[in-house]
């Protein structure tokens, strides 16, 4: 009987990790990666559970040993309930073709600097270019900075009207971290046309810092936008960073969609 309580122990532990860890990352309780990791685990402890009340169905099927039972079934069920879904998430990310990256820019040379990122040193958030650089030139296409024909100072002010589009959520915080899923705006410089911002995603609240800036461009009447996305948590994003990117530029473009860059 032994195996049939094995496999009923796991199966709730399994069920209370999938509810801490996506219920207490979503309400700010726990970090994100300690909520995600939670998750993962989930699927492991399932697991056991199911082997335990496979092992558990074999030793009661003897009279003696029959009330054993309906824990080994109930251990059972519930590791596939957690098993499947967990699993089948874990495989669709897992099965993404995104590279161990984190941190994605339009300019290599001289990416966008991070000035007042909210909880966090701006050392902190250097570019690594040795790093980072072969992995998005191999695995991404060429992301070029956006050109826009409009002198600085105009198109500085078509990419605040856009960020602000796709801000979904809340003004302007200083240098408070956002709790809620969506796109914050934390810092703006007219002096160098730089904005700065935090996206969170809705599930697990994992928090990505972007730093747009206008400079001028090749001609008299032309601008670049240079932006830059970057993960707090983890070393791959599964692209988000790159679609950030990828989407407020088609969102800043004449005519561009204005629900483009909403968060993952």
Do not use: C
């Given at each position: 009987?032994?195996?049939?309580?094995?496999?009923?122990?796991?199966?709730?532990?399994?069920?209370?990790?999938?509810?801490?860890?996506?219920?207490?990352?979503?309400?700010?309780?726990i970090?994100?990666?300690?909520?995600?990791?939670?998750?993962?685990?989930?699927?492991?402890?399932?697991?056991?559970?199911?082997?335990?009340?496979?092992?558990g169905?074999?030793?009661?099927?003897?009279?003696?040993?029959?009330?054993?039972?309906?824990?080994?079934?109930?251990?059972?069920?519930?590791?596939?309930?957690?098993?499947?879904?967990?699993?089948?998430?874990?495989?669709?990310?897992?099965?993404?073709?995104?590279?161990?990256?984190?941190?994605?820019?339009?300019d290599?040379?001289?990416?966008?600097?991070?000035?007042?990122?909210?909880?966090?040193?701006?050392?902190?958030?250097?570019?690594?270019?040795?790093?980072?650089?072969?992995?998005?030139?191999?695995?991404?296409?060429?992301?070029?900075?956006?050109?826009?024909?409009?002198?600085?100072?105009?198109?500085?002010?078509?990419?605040?009207?856009?960020?602000?589009?796709?801000?979904?959520?809340?003004?302007?915080?200083?240098?408070q971290?956002?709790?809620?899923?969506?796109?914050?705006?934390?810092?703006?410089d007219?002096?160098?046309?730089?904005?700065?911002?935090?996206?969170?995603?809705?599930?697990?609240?994992?928090?990505?810092?972007?730093?747009?800036?206008?400079?001028?461009?090749?001609?008299?009447?032309?601008?670049?936008?240079e932006?830059?996305?970057?993960?707090?948590?983890?070393?791959?994003?599964?692209?988000?960073?790159?679609?950030?990117?990828?989407?407020?530029?088609?969102?800043?473009?004449?005519?561009?969609?204005?629900?483009?860059?909403?968060?993952p």
């Amino acid at each position: 009987m032994v195996p049939a309580w094995l496999s009923i122990f796991n199966a709730i532990f399994a069920v209370l990790l999938v509810e801490m860890g996506v219920a207490g990352a979503h309400l700010g309780a726990i970090p994100p990666m300690i909520g995600f990791l939670a998750f993962l685990l989930s699927f492991v402890i399932a697991i056991l559970a199911l082997l335990f009340g496979l092992i558990g169905l074999a030793r009661t099927a003897v009279p003696e040993r029959r009330p054993g039972r309906p824990k080994a079934i109930a251990g059972i069920v519930l590791g596939l309930l957690i098993a499947v879904p967990v699993g089948f998430t874990m495989w669709r990310w897992w099965s993404m073709p995104y590279p161990n990256i984190n941190d994605i820019t339009t300019d290599y040379d001289n990416p966008p600097q991070f000035v007042n990122p909210p909880g966090l040193l701006a050392d902190s958030m250097k570019y690594d270019r040795a790093r980072l650089e072969p992995i998005q030139s191999k695995y991404y296409p060429q992301l070029d900075p956006l050109r826009l024909d409009e002198k600085p100072d105009a198109a500085f002010a078509s990419m605040k009207a856009a960020a602000n589009a796709a801000r979904l959520v809340g003004p302007q915080m200083a240098d408070q971290i956002p709790a809620g899923p969506g796109w914050f705006i934390v810092y703006v410089d007219p002096a160098t046309r730089t904005i700065e911002g935090v996206e969170t995603s809705y599930l697990f609240r994992f928090r990505d810092d972007f730093v747009i800036q206008v400079r001028p461009g090749p001609g008299a009447n032309s601008s670049l936008v240079e932006m830059r996305s970057r993960a707090r948590d983890g070393t791959g994003d599964f692209g988000a960073n790159y679609n950030r990117i990828r989407e407020f530029f088609a969102l800043l473009k004449p005519g561009g969609d204005s629900g483009a860059a909403s968060p993952p």
